[in-house]
């Protein structure tokens, strides 16, 4: 149908790979180059305009950590991943063996990026319960993604090619409550996106500004 095909006119021009069967690598390095874990991503297409990615994460020695998955749309002429994805794995990492729920927001990546855009906020949510006999402790984590600009355009190489991209970079506030006492930290991070592929490189930065880590795209088919 002709709606379909304008769906799927659109989504081509997504920045995420919108296509049913794609694998991508990427591996993580802290802020002095060592590996510290890759995720495979494995893309099943529910429609035109879903996806379900997914994800398998492997430690430094390329041992399973954890699986799951996560979805993508692609409508009114934008991606909007879930915001499960873009929670930091160190976040998570301590939290393994106790009840988490997540919800949030969709994160936004308009097809058509310019420098200088501003994209839209998000809001998430993760609440851990850890069930301590009687005592059912909750820590709830707020994360706010915000400042969220397109600010320059260019070509990055990486193990898996040679792409265009948009830089796109962001503030993340994270406010975590505990026992009535409440903590917030702000950092920021930057991804370099491709259409049709998604990131291909994102940078994690401190407190003031210096690299704390980075992804890269290390193979993509």
Do not use: H
Not at 85 to 97: A, G, K, M, T, V
Not at 128 to 143: D, P, Q, R, S
Not at 164 to 169: A, D, G, N, P, Y
């Amino acid at each position: 149908s002709a709606c379909s095909i304008m769906v799927q006119a659109q989504c081509e021009n997504a920045y995420f790979p919108m296509k049913d069967g794609v694998t991508f690598e990427q591996t993580s390095y802290n802020a002095k180059d060592k590996k510290e874990g890759k995720v495979i991503s494995t893309i099943s297409a529910t429609t035109n305009t879903q996806l379900v990615v997914q994800n398998k994460i492997y430690d430094k020695k390329d041992e399973l950590i954890t699986e799951g998955d996560y979805e993508v749309f692609c409508e009114d002429g934008k991606v909007k991943m879930d915001f499960e994805q873009f929670i930091p794995d160190e976040l998570l990492s301590s939290y393994q063996n106790m009840e988490v729920n997540i919800e949030g927001d969709f994160l936004e990546f308009p097809n058509n990026l310019s420098v200088g855009q501003n994209l839209p906020d998000a809001n998430g949510t993760i609440t851990i319960v850890m069930a301590e006999g009687a005592m059912n402790m909750k820590t709830t984590i707020t994360l706010t993604f915000t400042n969220r600009k397109v600010e320059l355009q260019e070509s990055i190489t990486t193990p898996a090619g040679t792409f265009e991209t948009f830089k796109v970079s962001q503030t993340t506030i994270s406010a975590m409550e505990i026992m009535g006492m409440s903590r917030e930290t702000t950092f920021s991070s930057a991804s370099w996106i491709a259409e049709g592929v998604g990131a291909v490189r994102s940078e994690n930065y401190d407190k003031k500004g210096k690299l704390a880590g980075y992804q890269v795209l290390t193979s993509f088919e």
